[in-house]
């Protein structure tokens, strides 16, 4: 599972797409700056511990 951060950012959403296809990966949207962790720390931290949840 990954967050997936603006189309704005580093890498273009279908190369973030593209790469979480190919890891197995689930995408979770999330409307908040590059920061996500900074100024959205709600919806990160419900992600980490899904994913922690779901590798015990």
């Given at each position: 599972m990954?967050?997936?951060?603006?189309?704005?950012?580093?890498?273009?959403r279908?190369?973030?797409?593209?790469?979480?296809?190919?890891?197995?990966?689930?995408?979770?949207?999330?409307?908040?700056?590059?920061?996500?962790?900074?100024?959205?720390?709600?919806?990160?931290?419900?992600?980490?511990?899904?994913?922690?949840k779901?590798?015990?």
């Amino acid at each position: 599972m990954g967050a997936d951060r603006d189309p704005g950012q580093r890498h273009p959403r279908p190369a973030q797409e593209f790469m979480a296809e190919r890891a197995g990966a689930s995408v979770v949207r999330v409307a908040a700056s590059h920061a996500a962790s900074i100024s959205r720390p709600d919806a990160v931290a419900a992600v980490i511990v899904e994913v922690a949840k779901a590798t015990r």
